[in-house]
């Protein structure tokens, strides 16, 4: 069956060492997977959208990797703070045109 | 603009009673998609409407459950005889164009239910 798994473990790391986000995904062929951003009691938030054919993909200090052989996305956030705290959620879309989420992996940047 | 908006923010209901949440999307936004949170879970996809095609109800987890939309603006998802394993929060989102899988969500705040 299809599917995503993120670490279900929350990541703790101190302020501006770099949070390194999981994603794999399985019996999968996405041609593009996105990264949200979900704080407590809100709606998630888009961040970024990479394409099966970009290797990397930068937004400020965020950084998204697709390595489509490894069927794994990575997330990374540098010099973290701890206003980046929240829960990152990835996200596919199927051949339905449904866009299927994991379950997301809270990161808590402490002082 | 506005972004997407549900209400209620909250609702508590008794086991066995029917609610009703509401969206309204992005104006202009012709996909609209429903989802599930149950707490410290992902994202559960309920339905998704895309203009005047049919709904995708795939998600729907009984018959219990069911949801409309009007044109291209409000939403409503109804859930019938509610019981305890329906408390979650219960997401809208919508995104410019039906049928791209490039184009983004925009979500709302969501509602949480309580079915006590």
């Known amino acids: 069956s299809q599917k995503i798994e993120q670490n279900s473990e929350a990541l703790n790391i101190q302020e501006g060492k770099t949070a390194t986000l999981t994603c794999n995904y399985t019996?999968?062929?996405?041609?593009?997977l996105q990264w949200y951003r979900q704080d407590p009691g809100r709606g998630p938030v888009f961040l970024l959208l990479?394409?099966?054919?970009?290797k990397e993909k930068r937004k400020e200090r965020l950084k998204v990797t697709f390595d489509t052989t490894l069927k794994q996305s990575l997330f990374h956030i540098t010099a973290s703070q701890p206003a980046d705290s929240a829960t990152y959620l990835c996200?596919?879309?199927?051949?339905?045109?449904?866009?299927?989420f994991g379950q997301g992996t809270e990161l808590s940047v402490k002082p | 603009g506005a972004g997407v908006s549900q209400s209620p923010s909250n609702k508590v209901t008794e086991k066995g009673k029917d609610v009703e949440l509401r969206c309204d999307p992005i104006?202009?936004?012709?996909?609209l998609y429903w989802y599930r949170q149950r707490l410290g879970q992902g994202l559960e996809f309920l339905i998704y409407?895309?203009?005047?095609?049919?709904?995708?109800k795939s998600g729907l987890p009984s018959d219990r459950f069911s949801a409309e939309r009007t044109g291209e603006s409000v939403s409503t998802l109804t859930i019938q005889r509610t019981q305890q394993e329906d408390s979650a929060v219960y997401l809208c989102?919508?995104?410019?164009?039906?049928?791209?899988?490039?184009?983004?969500?925009?979500f709302g705040p969501g509602t949480r239910l309580l079915v006590l």
């Open positions: 989102a919508s995104s410019p164009l039906a049928g791209l899988v490039q184009e983004t969500q925009y």
């Open positions: 019996n999968y062929s996405p041609a593009y």
């Open positions: 990479i394409r099966e054919n970009e």
């Open positions: 996200a596919v879309y199927n051949q339905g045109g449904k866009l299927i």
């Open positions: 104006s202009g936004h012709t996909a």
């Open positions: 409407f895309q203009g005047n095609s049919a709904p995708d």
